[in-house]
């Protein structure tokens, strides 16, 4: 009897695991992202200056011209971030002729932890074009609210994680929000969303 019960506790840990890691990264409401026909008066997005791999100020007025794959998470992410910042990589190195025509951007939202060595390491694995962005608590906090994200440290052993929203965020040009899609989107399916925006262009310039 003891055994069955040990077993049965032993399903029962598993399945709370579960729940909480499931919990933890399941996305956050769309309140959270506003689409830009908001009637809401405060703005949506904008530009921001921060600090860059290299320990350089980077504005996003400093890729005016460029389309925006723009994407909040942090370097102790487990899979989540991973996954988008892999998926973000690979559609974009589909593109070939049209790569140039799109910048990546990370931006932390654990600043605390994510130094600017860390971040360059970290970035070795992915695109190679990706900027990868960190700051003051002040500034990122700034960024968050300008761009709806979520983000709430999660105690985790003698350490914690970052519950965070997981949006990617597609900007035009001229830095304002076009609309947010799923980091888990296939790569397939985020490059057929960036040769939309490219064919929308060259029709908005003929």
């Not at 991973?82 to 990589?89: A, E, K, R, T």
């Not at 932890?113 to 002040?138: C, H, I, W």
Request: aromatic share 12%; with cysteine; charged share 25%.
């Amino acid at each position: 009897m003891t055994r069955i019960r040990w077993i049965l506790y032993g399903i029962s840990l598993c399945a709370l695991c579960a729940y909480i890691v499931v919990s933890q990264y399941r996305e956050k409401p769309l309140a959270y992202v506003v689409d830009k026909n908001t009637t809401e008066t405060t703005p949506f997005g904008g530009d921001f200056a921060l600090i860059n791999a290299d320990g350089k100020s980077f504005a996003l007025k400093d890729v005016r011209g460029k389309f925006v794959v723009l994407y909040f998470g942090y370097t102790f992410c487990p899979d989540i971030c991973p996954l988008g910042l892999s998926n973000i990589s690979k559609a974009l190195a589909s593109l070939e002729r049209d790569r140039d025509q799109f910048v990546p951007i990370f931006i932390t939202v654990d600043p605390k932890r994510d130094t600017t060595e860390l971040l360059k390491l970290y970035a070795s694995n992915f695109d190679p074009a990706f900027v990868m962005l960190t700051g003051t608590d002040k500034a990122i906090d700034a960024v968050k609210s300008q761009y709806r994200v979520y983000a709430k440290s999660v105690a985790h052993g003698n350490a914690y994680l970052v519950d965070h929203s997981t949006y990617v965020y597609l900007l035009d040009q001229n830095g304002a929000f076009i609309k947010h899609i799923p980091h888990d989107m296939t790569p397939v399916e985020m490059k057929r969303v960036f040769v939309e925006l490219l064919a929308k262009k060259s029709k908005e310039a003929k």
